[in-house]
């Protein structure tokens, strides 16, 4: 790794770089966009992190994309440090000035060695597998950022090339590349697709520093002529640096490597299948689930006798399908071949529980629904503990809280532990529960909350929903959603402290200053 880093940055030319050993006769070719790697330590991690992705050789194209935070501080450590310790607002907003003018400048220059970087990328990657003797049946090609534009604009440079090899499908992740590209021509050389994803929570691309109406944003606009060669994914809860840290769950929510009959075959999904995997709040969240987490929803489900899965299930898919059912009416499932969103079960589930907002539910941020099922069952719940697990379960709680006090926190530090639900109260509620296991929890929760059903409604339709299930299914999804919330709050922090150590900034004052954004 230290020779790759150091002949890259030192010939400023693309290299190869082989992620793990090969691994049969599929490859997946990675290109990262601007500012991907600081140092040789995160293109490292970032190695090791393609090289986990099974059943396929992964490889990566490492080319000089910069880094924003080369040479940004260095001039202005004077004014950060005057900043950071009070100093007067002019030295700042000058300072302030600098730094986005000098990341304006850099994104330009990197910007301007796309073209160069695609029109040698499939020229070199043809002489790269014949010289490494690397015979491979199909190649996926996947970009992320200006990754994305490369791979784009080699398949437009090169389509003599492109025909020679394999090519299978195109992944574009948060893609800096304009929606009016011409896509008949980009696919055209593909066996299988190109699968746009994208987000219009990607905030990065909407301060690019142009007018360009970015793929990443926005869905590719599908003619009839393109329909079966252009995939839109709208992965909702995307940011522009959540792609490579859940590359696992994109890779098999879109079913790159033919594991499944998913995204890219969608004429031979069931409607139950299509419904389930298209369900964006939910079925991503089950693929990037713990076994743990799996394994209580398994279990949580399986105690309904009318349930088609048994409590050995690890699916998402499977556990997705069977979640759907249980928020919805029997006859209406029928009716309609699936059945409903967990947007609508934890809707459901709010309203079963008499859960009042101020504006319409619709319009309510999912995990504060989320938020609010887990306060109201927090309270149910600690009622029906005895003594000795009501101080085993706030004690969970307090440790919980006192871990994410200071970093990254949406909540005032000053409420109490069992309504700081930024993956505290929610996370030792479920924690709690999963360590002794579905099986005991759920008679103490279910019959509590049945209890609170039969209450507000009455005597429910056989045929209805499983509020008793659906609602802990509620509280394990909302869990899931925090841990990856939090990881990725984790990432930004570490390239914090990795700035602070850099440039020896002052770092109680700069971790004070983060936590309190």
Same mark, same amino acid.
């Given at each position: $790794?230290q020779h790759q880093?150091?002949? $890259?940055?030192?010939?400023?030319?693309?290299?190869f770089v082989?992620?793990?050993e090969?691994q049969?006769?599929v490859?997946?070719?990675y290109?990262h966009?601007?500012?991907?790697f600081f140092?040789?330590?995160q293109?490292?991690?970032f190695?090791?992190q393609?090289?986990?992705i099974e059943?396929s050789?992964?490889l990566?194209?490492?080319w000089?994309?910069?880094?924003?935070?080369?040479?940004?501080?260095?001039?202005?450590?004077?004014?950060?440090g005057a900043?950071l310790s009070?100093?007067?607002?002019?030295a700042?907003?000058?300072?302030?000035?600098?730094?986005?003018?000098y990341?304006?400048?850099?994104y330009?220059s990197?910007e301007a060695?796309?073209?160069?970087?695609?029109r040698?990328?499939?020229?070199e990657l043809a002489?790269?597998?014949h010289?490494e003797?690397l015979e491979?049946?199909r190649?996926? /090609?996947?970009?992320h950022s200006?990754g994305?534009r490369?791979?784009?604009?080699s /398949?437009?440079?090169?389509?003599?090339t492109a025909?020679?090899?394999?090519?299978?499908?195109l992944l574009l992740m948060?893609?800096?590349?304009c929606?009016s590209s011409?896509w008949?021509e980009v696919?055209? @050389?593909?066996?299988g697709r190109v699968i746009?994803?994208?987000?219009s929570?990607?905030?990065?691309?909407? $301060?690019?520093?142009?007018?360009?109406?970015?793929?990443?944003?926005?869905?590719i606009?599908?003619?009839?002529?393109?329909?079966?060669?252009?995939?839109?994914v709208?992965?909702a809860t995307f940011d522009?640096?959540?792609y490579w840290? &859940?590359l696992q769950?994109?890779v098999q929510?879109?079913?790159l490597?033919?594991?499944?009959?998913?995204?890219i075959r969608?004429d031979?999904?069931s409607?139950e299948v299509?419904?389930?995997?298209?369900?964006?709040?939910?079925f991503p969240?089950l693929?990037q689930?713990?076994?743990?987490?799996l394994?209580?929803?398994?279990e /949580?489900?399986?105690?309904k006798r009318s349930?088609?899965?048994?409590?050995?299930?690890?699916e998402p898919l499977?556990?997705?399908i069977?979640?759907q059912?249980m928020?919805?009416?029997?006859? $209406?499932?029928?009716a309609r071949?699936?059945?409903?969103s967990y947007?609508?079960?934890?809707e459901?589930?709010?309203?079963?529980?008499?859960i009042?907002?101020d504006g319409?539910?619709?319009?309510v941020e999912l995990?504060?629904?989320?938020? &609010?099922?887990?306060?109201?069952l927090?309270?149910?719940?600690k009622?029906?503990?005895s003594?000795?697990?009501?101080?085993?379960?706030?004690?969970q709680l307090k440790?919980a809280a &006192?871990?994410e006090?200071g970093?990254?926190?949406?909540f005032?530090?000053?409420r109490?532990?069992?309504?700081a639900?930024?993956g505290t109260?929610?996370?030792?509620?479920t924690?709690?529960?999963l360590?002794?296991?579905?099986?005991?929890?759920i008679?103490?929760?279910?019959?509590?909350?049945?209890a609170a059903m /039969?209450?507000v409604s009455?005597?429910?339709a056989?045929?209805? @929903?499983a509020?008793?299930?659906?609602?802990l299914a509620?509280?394990v999804?909302?869990?899931?959603r925090?841990r990856?919330?939090r990881e990725?709050m984790s990432?930004?922090m570490?390239?914090v402290?990795?700035?602070v150590?850099?440039f020896?900034l002052?770092?109680?004052?700069?971790m004070?200053?983060?936590?309190?954004?």
């Amino acid at each position: $790794m230290q020779h790759q880093w150091d002949e $890259m940055h030192r010939t400023r030319k693309p290299t190869f770089v082989l992620c793990g050993e090969p691994q049969g006769d599929v490859l997946n070719l990675y290109v990262h966009g601007y500012s991907a790697f600081f140092n040789r330590q995160q293109l490292g991690s970032f190695k090791a992190q393609l090289a986990g992705i099974e059943g396929s050789t992964n490889l990566m194209l490492f080319w000089p994309a910069g880094h924003f935070l080369e040479n940004l501080f260095a001039p202005f450590k004077d004014v950060l440090g005057a900043m950071l310790s009070g100093g007067n607002l002019g030295a700042a907003t000058v300072g302030v000035g600098k730094a986005i003018a000098y990341f304006l400048d850099h994104y330009k220059s990197v910007e301007a060695r796309v073209d160069e970087v695609a029109r040698s990328l499939l020229p070199e990657l043809a002489s790269y597998l014949h010289g490494e003797s690397l015979e491979v049946r199909r190649i996926n /090609l996947i970009g992320h950022s200006l990754g994305a534009r490369i791979l784009v604009k080699s /398949l437009l440079a090169s389509p003599e090339t492109a025909r020679e090899l394999p090519l299978d499908n195109l992944l574009l992740m948060g893609g800096a590349i304009c929606t009016s590209s011409p896509w008949d021509e980009v696919s055209a @050389p593909l066996k299988g697709r190109v699968i746009n994803c994208h987000s219009s929570k990607d905030w990065a691309l909407a $301060m690019k520093p142009d007018t360009e109406r970015c793929i990443g944003r926005y869905a590719i606009p599908v003619t009839p002529a393109l329909k079966a060669k252009v995939t839109n994914v709208h992965l909702a809860t995307f940011d522009h640096a959540a792609y490579w840290p &859940q590359l696992q769950t994109v890779v098999q929510y879109t079913d790159l490597l033919h594991e499944r009959r998913g995204m890219i075959r969608s004429d031979q999904r069931s409607s139950e299948v299509r419904f389930a995997e298209e369900d964006a709040e939910l079925f991503p969240a089950l693929v990037q689930a713990r076994p743990e987490e799996l394994k209580f929803l398994a279990e /949580l489900m399986a105690q309904k006798r009318s349930a088609s899965i048994d409590a050995t299930v690890r699916e998402p898919l499977k556990l997705a399908i069977e979640l759907q059912r249980m928020g919805g009416d029997t006859f $209406m499932n029928l009716a309609r071949g699936h059945g409903v969103s967990y947007r609508q079960i934890a809707e459901d589930v709010v309203q079963r529980l008499g859960i009042k907002f101020d504006g319409l539910l619709d319009s309510v941020e999912l995990a504060d629904l989320e938020a &609010q099922v887990a306060e109201k069952l927090i309270e149910q719940y600690k009622d029906k503990l005895s003594n000795a697990d009501r101080q085993v379960f706030d004690a969970q709680l307090k440790a919980a809280a &006192q871990k994410e006090q200071g970093l990254f926190s949406r909540f005032d530090v000053g409420r109490s532990a069992t309504t700081a639900l930024s993956g505290t109260a929610l996370a030792g509620l479920t924690g709690f529960i999963l360590r002794r296991g579905a099986a005991t929890a759920i008679p103490v929760v279910g019959q509590a909350v049945a209890a609170a059903m /039969l209450l507000v409604s009455g005597v429910r339709a056989f045929s209805g @929903p499983a509020y008793s299930i659906t609602t802990l299914a509620v509280l394990v999804i909302g869990l899931i959603r925090q841990r990856m919330e939090r990881e990725a709050m984790s990432q930004e922090m570490d390239l914090v402290v990795q700035v602070v150590e850099a440039f020896d900034l002052p770092r109680e004052t700069v971790m004070r200053t983060v936590a309190s954004d």
